[in-house]
Each structure stands twice: as structure tokens, then as C-alpha cells.
């Protein structure tokens, strides 16, 4: 069983920054990428970024480009999503994934098959 629990949420101010973490366990998840999606009320869940230990990757949207970073601790099977400069649009619920194999089109969700419950994000203005 491959377990995903999400924890850093919350309530920040525009402007803002907050770091949210990935707990993952299992015997059968692939660890050498992992990504984070978010969704929004009424929108579809979309891909944020995503990590890719061999080759040293790693892939933003655009719009959270210099702002987000993306890093894994695989010691403690940890991956981190640093966030900076929050701004209202990037209200969410955020959820981590990880796939049983790395090489899929790394923000379609179809490449990721476990995935954790999500931590909200609220930026207000």
C-alpha cells in the first residue's frame, strides 16, 4: 500500500510564503519523481512541478516559475514544495503524486497513480 500525506497548508497573505511537504511509504511507489498538482473550486486538478532524481530535472508551470521550488529528500522519502511570493490565484488544494514508473508527460495526472488527500492553500489578497 503507497501511502502520500500532504501537511504545510494554510492561510497566508498575499505575498506570502509557505512550505508543504510529502510523506511517502510503500513498498511499490517509484521515488525517483514525484510531482505536485493542485485544484482549484471548479477547475480541473493541473500540474504545479514535478522532480526527477536521475538527470537532475525538474518542471514548473509557468505560472508558478520562479517563484515555486520543487525538492526530495529520498533519505526521508520526502519531497517539498517550497513556495514564495504567493499571490490570491494560487488558492488550492495541493496534492502530492507519485507514479509506479517514471517517463510519463510529467503534468498530465494520468502519469501519476498514487496519489495523497491534499493540504489546502488560501492566499488572500
Known amino acids: 500500500q503507497v501511502q502520500l500525506v500532504e501537511s504545510g497548508g494554510g492561510s497566508v497573505q498575499a505575498g506570502g510564503s509557505l512550505r508543504l511537504s510529502c510523506a511517502a511509504s510503500?513498498?511499490?511507489?517509484?521515488?525517483?519523481?514525484m510531482g505536485w498538482f493542485r485544484q482549484a473550486p471548479g477547475k480541473e486538478r493541473e500540474g504545479v512541478a514535478a522532480i526527477y532524481i536521475f538527470g537532475g530535472k525538474s518542471y514548473y508551470a509557468d505560472s508558478v516559475k520562479g517563484r515555486f521550488t520543487i525538492s526530495q529528500d529520498n533519505a526521508k522519502n520526502t519531497v517539498y514544495l517550497q513556495m514564495h511570493s504567493l499571490k490570491p490565484e494560487d488558492t488550492a488544494k495541493y496534492y502530492c503524486?507519485?507514479?509506479?514508473?517514471?517517463?510519463?508527460?510529467?503534468?498530465?495526472?494520468?502519469?501519476?497513480?498514487?496519489w495523497g488527500q491534499g493540504t489546502q492553500v488560501t492566499v488572500s489578497s
Open positions: 510503500g513498498v511499490t511507489y517509484n521515488n525517483e519523481c
Open positions: 503524486a507519485a507514479p509506479r514508473r517514471c517517463g510519463g508527460t510529467w503534468d498530465r495526472t494520468t502519469s501519476w497513480e498514487y
